[in-house]
């Protein structure tokens, strides 16, 4: 006996649970928080879950049947022919990768594409656009904390600090040696941080 599923594909009673399985596993997927498509080796889009929609933009019917790569506006950290080498020779891939969304907007992905037997790719993205601003956030950070601190370091005059909680004088050793030598009149300089 064969019945038809809810796409309208036949089956046979024989694998009726592997059917459900597989439908089962089709409705997780696309209802995934994760955004996950997947597209040929060289051909377009065949799936775009709720995952996908929330972070790009798109609904499945704007995404499904054109290229990922066009509609993202794909910027790959190496050649995409490259890329497409590495999944026919390993079968995945993992890096990041930078789509610009529906709105405009760029963002960045952490994606894992996984290919199988008929050149059908699944890509699964996970948006790190916030860690990557934090992490460039924290470098320009660090650079302007180095180079204030090779400024107190190379700093021949007392270097006042002050804070809410304290009054604290870093170099008083070296003002105190050079104080017999210069004139008690000095100027004083803030630096506001």
Known sequence: MERKNESGLQRGSLDNGAALGAERLANLLTLSYEPML?????????????GAERLYGFTPNEAVGRSSHALLQTKFPVDFAELRSQLRNGQSWLGELRHIRKDGGEVVVESHMQLFGDNTVLEANRDITARI????????????????????????????????????QAGTKRLSASSATRPARRSVSLLHL
Not at 38 to 50: K, M, S, T
Not at 147 to 166: C, P, R, Y
């Open 38 to 50: 997947a597209w040929r080796l060289d051909g377009p889009i065949e799936f775009w879950n709720a």
């Open 133 to 168: 601003e934090i992490e460039g956030a924290l470098r320009e950070t660090d650079l302007r904390l180095r180079s204030l601190a090779s400024i107190v370091e190379t700093s021949d005059d007392a270097i006042v600090s002050k804070n809410l909680d304290e009054l604290s």
